[in-house]
């Protein structure tokens, strides 16, 4: 791993004063020193998650010096960077003054703020009874805001805030800086205009970060806890053929190997996509690397065929234009994953707002050279034909397939599937709560990956996770069912007759008498009714 470190006097021992009560008299710079006080803005990234990942925290001191601190490992995650981000600022600010720190991570704000404490009277475990991921970072991070005031404060990332961006900078940097390392090495990248060993006015010492792995990625509220950076200080949404080196190589040439010039004309040989640098997954730039995934459809006539499907779009309406930028689709057969995924980017030929970039991460420039809907539009079809397509909000989906697909002229393709929206389903199994696909994988408790922004593959893939727990281990009773009965008449169907399908379940009996006893203690009525049992 690598630390890096400078330090800077960004005013005069004569200004420092008026910085301080310019802050005072107008508090919008969120540059601007304060005094008594250190504001620290914090991020991390990841390329590849897990994958070369890098932290960066930007330091304002109550006088008006500023120090900027970045390294990185060579195989981290997205929110073992964000939470050295944190780290890092605790340890390399003054222990009597009051910290401030500024997040992007709602992750990082959350967990230190709200979920710690619970975590801790479990023995470090989740309310679902599992280990905490990332607990050595998240035992140093609480070691080290004891016994001093830190306030700590959720910023949008990537909004054009000056402190998170210039954290999201340093970020970058400790991506950079390990990427010529193949081993984790710790080594100081000091800037040569502005070498802090020369100016260290608090006696700051480089300090070796703990070694990390994957680890299961809890999502936040808002989205937005963590974010994919690249090399150009760009963040990148971490969504298509990312999820780890092994599953790229392995569904791209398995995509290349099955397509024909009848899928896509434009799509690169085997040979050439091999030649061809891996995608990073940054689709915030042009960016050529990524090959489509448009497999034929091995599958198709196979029965209880299902295609957990998402798109990405210009905008929310296709009577008024917009267009499909982007399909991803899972595979299950049998309710069990495949293997086969299609996914493809597609040029609109319309420009988009930056509030859409902004949900998606997806910009016009990465979609420039990418296949217009025609020339995918037969290979998708095909691929899709037959099965039972399963979207969150399907209506939103089918409306503008079936409008690309209409404008090409393959204008039966609503009637060629059977769709099934997992919106209505949740909306059936918890009437009254929230149940957006962020809020059904914090409540199922599956499908913990990064999902800064809303691509069209990681969502399918986290949506498949979520609609098979939403459906998995039910007994279909049909108790509002007709059923046919003698004579052809229709009767409902009897819920005697489907008594022998319940069955007592030792392991749920237990189970349930574990939460009971782990209650227990701080709830006495509880454990009065207990000894009753």
Not at 23 to 45: E, F, R
Not at 207 to 219: F, Y
Not at 370 to 383: G, H, S, V
Request: with cysteine; proline share 3%.
């Amino acid at each position: 791993m690598s630390d890096s470190f400078s330090s800077s006097l960004s005013t005069s021992s004569d200004t420092v004063a008026d910085t301080v009560s310019t802050h005072q008299k107008n508090t919008a710079d969120p540059l601007a020193a304060k005094a008594d006080t250190t504001v620290a803005y914090t991020d991390g990234a990841c390329k590849g998650n897990p994958g070369a990942g890098g932290w960066g925290a930007h330091l304002i001191y109550g006088d008006g010096h500023t120090q900027d601190l970045y390294g990185g490992e060579a195989q981290t995650t997205n929110n073992r960077m964000e939470l050295m981000g944190a780290i890092k600022a605790l340890e390399h600010s003054p222990k009597n003054l009051k910290l401030e720190i500024w997040t992007d991570s709602s992750y990082v704000k959350n967990g230190i703020t709200e979920w710690i404490d619970n975590w801790k009277k479990r023995g470090w475990k989740t309310a679902s009874k599992k280990p905490v991921a990332n607990q050595d970072l998240w035992q140093q991070l609480d070691e080290l805001r004891q016994e001093r005031t830190v306030e700590w404060h959720w910023v949008k990332g990537h909004a054009g805030h000056a402190g998170n961006e210039k954290a999201d900078e340093l970020a970058n940097l400790g991506v950079t800086s390990n990427s010529d390392t193949k081993k984790c090495k710790k080594k100081a990248h000091i800037a040569a205009d502005d070498d802090w060993l020369h100016f260290d006015p608090l006696g700051f010492n480089m300090m070796e970060e703990a070694d990390g792995l994957s680890d299961n990625l809890p999502l936040s509220e808002t989205g937005s806890s963590n974010t994919v950076h690249t090399a150009d200080n760009r963040r990148q949404p971490m969504h298509g053929n990312t999820m780890t080196a092994d599953t790229v190589t392995a569904d791209n040439n398995r995509s290349n190997n099955r397509m024909t010039e009848t899928h896509l004309a434009e799509a690169n040989t085997p040979a050439e996509s091999a030649a061809l640098p891996e995608f990073d997954g940054d689709t915030s730039r042009a960016n050529p690397n990524f090959r489509p995934l448009l497999p034929e459809p091995i599958h198709r006539h196979e029965s209880n065929r299902q295609l957990i499907m998402d798109t990405e779009t210009t905008g929310l309406d296709a009577l008024k234009g917009d267009r499909v930028i982007e399909v991803g689709i899972v595979e299950l057969v049998g309710r069990k994953f495949t293997g086969e995924k299609l996914h493809v980017y597609i040029n609109p030929e319309r420009g988009m707002d930056e509030e859409v970039i902004r949900i998606h991460g997806i910009s016009e420039a990465f979609l420039s050279d990418k296949p217009t809907f025609d020339q995918i539009a037969k290979p998708l079809y095909d691929f899709m034909d037959g099965a039972e397509i399963i979207a969150h909000n399907a209506t939103f989906d089918m409306t503008f397939l079936s409008m690309e697909f209409d404008k090409v002229g393959l204008t039966d393709f609503a009637q060629r599937v059977k769709v099934t929206d997992s919106l209505a389903l949740a909306k059936q199994q918890y009437p009254g709560q929230k149940n957006t696909l962020d809020a059904l994988v914090r409540r199922l408790n599956v499908g913990k990956q990064d999902r800064t922004f809303h691509g069209a593959l990681l969502d399918s893939e986290i949506l498949a996770e979520v609609y098979l727990a939403m459906t998995g281990g039910q007994v279909a009773l049909a108790i509002e069912d007709d059923a046919e009965a003698d004579g052809g008449h229709t009767a409902h169907m009897s819920f005697a007759s489907l008594a022998a399908m319940l069955v007592n379940s030792k392991a749920d009996n237990d189970a349930n008498q574990s939460w009971f006893a782990s209650l227990a203690d701080d709830y006495p009525e509880i454990k009065a009714k207990m000894s009753q049992w």
